[in-house]
């Protein structure tokens, strides 16, 4: 059985900045954090940040420049540091794994995930 659990979400105003981490752990399985997602009410899982197994990170135009993804992989941890936050990147966060590693260009894409966190809900007020 797999777990992912998020953390260090939170209510910050516009500027501000938050960090979110999300550890892995499976007593018999693989699993690979790599990518975050976020999600609205009533509308699809957007990928927001992403590493693959060869240590490239990718991003969704809307952030670069302002999130940062990164790993540890000793401690199967996720990060993702979130600069310079804007109202428009308020929603829940959700970290993504896989059970196999992958390097390739389609880390953004929600079907590459086989493993989910419960989600942690970012708030940016104006």
């Known amino acids: 059985q797999v777990h992912m659990v998020e953390s260090g979400g939170g209510s910050v105003q516009a500027g501000g900045s938050l960090r979110v981490s999300c550890t892995a752990s499976?007593?018999?399985?693989?699993?690979?954090?790599m990518g975050w997602f976020r999600q609205d009410p009533g509308q699809e899982r957007e990928g927001v940040a992403a590493v693959d197994s060869d240590g490239r990170t990718t991003y969704v135009d809307s952030v670069k420049g302002r999130f940062t993804v990164s790993q540890d992989n000793a401690k199967r941890t996720l990060y993702l540091q979130m600069n310079n936050l804007k109202p428009e990147d308020s929603s829940t966060y959700y970290c993504?794994?896989?059970?196999?590693?992958?390097?390739?260009?389609?880390?953004?894409?929600?079907?590459?995930?086989?493993?989910w966190g419960q989600g942690t809900q970012v708030t940016v007020s104006s």
């Open positions: 499976s007593s018999t399985d693989n699993v690979f954090p």
């Open positions: 993504g794994g896989r059970g196999s590693t992958y390097g390739g260009d389609w880390v953004l894409n929600r079907y590459l995930y086989h493993y």
